[in-house]
């Protein structure tokens, strides 16, 4: 009989457990660039409350965080507006991977390793339940939106734009 695979502990479950942090933990079998399409289809839930965390930085090469739908894209022109900077862009791999400490794929916004300022969608918070990476490629955890407030100050903002 094949062993079960165990959920892997990683910072982020750590760092939700040691917060009181009410999470259920959802392995799924990871496909690279599968995205949160992938995720959806195999833990059968929306694509919508599939959270996406991205890594960016700023004009000063300051990183910070946004959550966003799985199913839409971030304006960057939108999230340099919302945050008063004159641009935004997505982190590489490499640089995204020293700024938070996981693998792309596997990144999530809780245990990173140093604090970054977070920011998510607004219409994240909106939704029951969210589904967000639990800091390992093909590992998410679900839990409240309102976790990502309390635990990582998380500040609402409003940069969709649909998925392209």
């Not at 457990?17 to 929306?46: I, W």
């Not at 938070?100 to 245990?111: A, D, E, I, K, L």
């Not at 639990?134 to 940069?159: H, K, Q």
């Amino acid at each position: 009989m094949a062993k079960k695979k165990s959920n892997p502990v990683t910072r982020a479950i750590l760092a939700l457990r040691q917060a009181g942090a009410e999470f259920t933990e959802h392995p799924y079998d990871y496909v690279d660039k599968g995205g949160t399409r992938r995720s959806s289809q195999e833990l059968g839930v929306d694509e919508r409350a599939v959270i996406k965390t991205l890594v960016m930085e700023d004009e000063e090469h300051e990183p910070l965080i946004i959550l966003q739908h799985g199913d839409r894209s971030v304006s960057t022109k939108a999230l340099a507006r919302a945050l008063g900077k004159k641009r935004i862009v997505p982190c590489t791999p490499a640089v995204a991977e020293r700024h938070t400490g996981y693998q792309v794929g596997g990144t999530s916004p809780f245990g990173t390793k140093r604090p970054l300022p977070v920011y998510v969608e607004a219409t994240v918070l909106e939704l029951e339940r969210i589904y967000i990476n639990g800091g390992s490629r093909g590992f998410l955890v679900c839990l409240a939106p309102s976790v990502l407030v309390e635990l990582l100050g998380a500040t609402p903002v409003e940069a969709a734009t649909d998925r392209v």
